[in-house]
């Protein structure tokens, strides 16, 4: 069965204008024409129109849709059920706030007017994460649509919070098995994603109060971020040697928030499907590269070491967004840069 511009239009609630676009930027061309030169669309067409609008839903481009559909696809079974997954975080979000309002009515209707505190939670609720993130981001970050994740990260600050008033350092073992968790809870958070891990941690710098009301104070950030950088380490000790160690010792982690934006750089191109030859890629992977020698040296022996530490070990990788496409994209690139195969 063949359609019209004009019936697919009708069909799909799209107009012939938007399809004509479509087409002129060759997002969707008709796979035939009429013997009077209209254009027709068949069942191939209509499921990449599918796949397009359901692109768009997640907030993409339409060039970013191009790029994305240029590549190899997943099946169509795979687009509709990550349609339905967003549909379920909608509808979590939209909860959330059903509840806090319902909340407030319910001590309206009563006489009781809410205090300054419930007014506050809702606006906050309602407007915080918007200054920080689209609808379309939001919709895609389970701290704000899964109902179990805040709640499960409020008690890790309390038991971090606990661990700090008894004295614990982040030399102790327990300091650094909270830490490990708290990695494995910003990854759960953020749907590993670093460049909402580098939002919400600007979130908690520049929103006066903020910390107060989630528990993470300046000095637990802190805390947790030492912690978690001794715990690493320790794990790179069953690895290196000492004299590898000092240099690791000396220089991991200074980079702690230049990694996130990296990684989501390249994250992003690798989505998009993006060469690993592109000289935009090569560029992010001498960023990697130069980061990575910063703590691992130059010699060859130390970073094949470095990497099976990284292979074997997953916690070194927690919350990072690192995975081994990732890691083979930049191994890639630098590949290619070096004029060698790969």
């Known amino acids: 069965m ?42 191939a067409d209509i499921e990449r129109l599918h796949r397009i609008q359901a692109l768009r839903q997640l907030g993409l481009a339409l060039a970013d849709i191009g790029q994305a559909l240029s590549g190899t696809q997943p099946p169509l079974a795979e687009v509709v059920d990550r349609q339905i997954a967003q549909l379920d975080r909608d ?28 007014w506050l939670d809702t606006l906050e609720l309602m407007t915080m994460y918007e200054k920080y993130f689209t609808p379309e981001e939001l919709k895609a970050l389970p701290l704000h649509t899964d109902p179990d994740v805040l709640p499960e990260w409020s008690a890790l600050v309390t038991r971090v919070q606990a661990a700090m008033d008894r004295g614990a350092t982040p030399d102790d073992a327990e300091a650094q098995q909270l830490a490990l968790q708290w990695m494995d809870m910003v990854g759960r958070g953020t749907g590993n994603n670093p460049a909402f891990l580098l939002r919400l941690h600007a979130m908690n710098t520049h929103e006066p109060g903020l910390r107060e009301r989630n528990g993470i104070s300046l000095a637990l950030e802190q805390f947790v971020e030492q912690s978690m950088i001794r715990a690493r380490l320790a794990i790179f000790a069953r690895y290196l040697d000492e004299d590898e160690m000092v240099r ?30 592109d000289p935009a890629v090569q560029a992010m992977a001498r960023r990697w590269m130069a980061m990575f020698r910063e703590y691992a040296g130059d010699d060859p022996a130390t970073h094949a070491k470095i990497r099976e530490a990284y292979a074997s070990e997953p916690d070194l990788r927690s919350g990072s967004a690192v995975d081994d496409a990732l890691l083979a994209y930049v191994r890639e690139a630098a590949a290619s840069m070096a004029g060698r195969p790969h």
Do not use: F, N
């Not at 239009?9 to 204008?17: D, E, I, M």
């Not at 509840?99 to 809410?114: A, C, F, I, K, N």
């Not at 989505?271 to 030859?277: C, F, K, L, T």
């Open 248 to 277: 690791m010792r000396a220089h991991y982690g200074r980079q702690m928030y230049a990694w996130p934006e990296l990684i989501g750089e390249l994250r992003a191109a690798l989505d998009a499907g993006r060469p690993a030859d």
């Open 91 to 118: 509808l979590a979000d939209a909860a959330r706030l059903r509840e806090r309002l319902v909340h407030l009515r319910t001590q309206l209707v009563s006489g009781q007017p809410p205090d300054l505190a419930d």
């Open 2 to 43: 063949l359609l019209t511009v004009g019936e697919l239009a009708k069909r799909s609630g799209l107009t012939v204008r938007t399809l004509h676009h479509y087409d002129a930027i060759g997002l969707l061309r008709p796979s035939s024409r009429s013997d009077a030169g209209y254009r027709l669309y068949g069942q």
